[in-house]
């Protein structure tokens, strides 16, 4: 279709020049260090590896909160004059404000000394249980608590590598959490045909071929963000480590090119199957 040809061919060139089109639009999340019910050296090491296993998703902007115990820090310090400038959000990456914060207690967190029979030190093993919530920072609405318990270690050379041994068999749970209480969003860059548009996910985001996705222009209504899906797509090949082509009627496809030829917001959203 030449209409379809021509409007791409401008949402093309307005992607190229609206500079929020490549904004990083992922969630920003942070994370609340963990409360604990014993006193045990090794919370932080807890916090500092959900932190990690949010970072390598590549889904979300991680910002450290894990100085403050409380969401009302966090309700407290977007109050300040650090987000009043929206430059500053941007160039700030530690004053960039959390939408999302996970908060987690730690049930137990055994780590046992393995003796030889002299009586020497010869390693160490652990587990550890705890429970994660969400909470909305605008809202302070929050999940309802999700338990993990990891499986215990291997005898390790150190408390802090069982710790850690520990956590790691919690990874594939851990990654599952995140993907339901987190759907994955994507910028729709283009419409390549009119059968097919681009989005800004792929393997990195742990996208997979045949996924499905809602696709939605987005408007600013009262500051807020108000979505209307206009389709949906499916994923059909991933083009690189963060780009996926994905079939559209063409239906979906023209409006898309068309909302993009107005430099308008549009996106797609993970349909999760639970």
């Known amino acids: ?93 530690s004053t960039v404000a959390a939408e999302k914060m996970i908060t987690g207690h730690i049930v137990k967190i055994p780590v046992y000394r393995i003796t030889n029979s002299n009586g020497t030190t010869r390693g160490f093993k652990g587990s550890v249980a705890f429970q994660l919530k969400v909470v909305d920072v605008e809202s302070g609405a929050s999940s309802e608590a999700t338990s993990f318990e990891g499986k215990a270690s291997k005898e390790c050379l150190s408390p802090e590598s069982a710790v850690t041994m520990a956590m790691q068999s919690l990874q594939p749970q851990i990654y599952e959490y995140f993907r339901l209480n987190f759907p994955l969003t994507a910028a729709v860059l283009r419409c390549i045909d009119d059968g097919t548009i681009l989005i800004q996910a792929g393997k990195e985001q742990g996208l997979k071929v045949g996924d499905k996705l809602a696709v939605e222009a987005v408007e600013m209504l009262g500051g807020k963000p108000y979505p209307t899906t206009i389709g949906e797509a499916k994923v059909k090949k991933l083009a690189g480590e963060d780009f996926a082509e994905c079939d559209v009627s063409k239906k979906t496809a023209k409006a898309v090119a068309e909302k993009l030829a107005t430099y308008a917001k549009v996106r797609c959203s993970l349909i999760i199957k639970k």
Do not use: W
Not at 54 to 63: A, D, G, Q, Y
Not at 67 to 74: C, G, L, M, Q, T
């Open 1 to 93: 279709m030449k209409t379809l040809r021509i409007l791409a061919i401008v949402a093309g060139l307005a992607c190229g020049l609206n500079g929020h089109a490549q904004a990083d639009t992922r969630p920003v999340v942070g994370v609340a260090q963990f409360s604990c019910d014993e006193d045990s050296p090794y919370t932080g090491l807890v916090t500092e590896k959900v932190v990690e296993m949010l970072t390598n998703t590549h889904r979300f902007r991680v910002v450290d909160r894990t100085s403050r115990d409380k969401i009302d820090a966090e309700l407290e310090l977007q109050k300040s004059e650090a987000f009043l400038d929206s430059d500053n959000l941007a160039d700030q990456y």
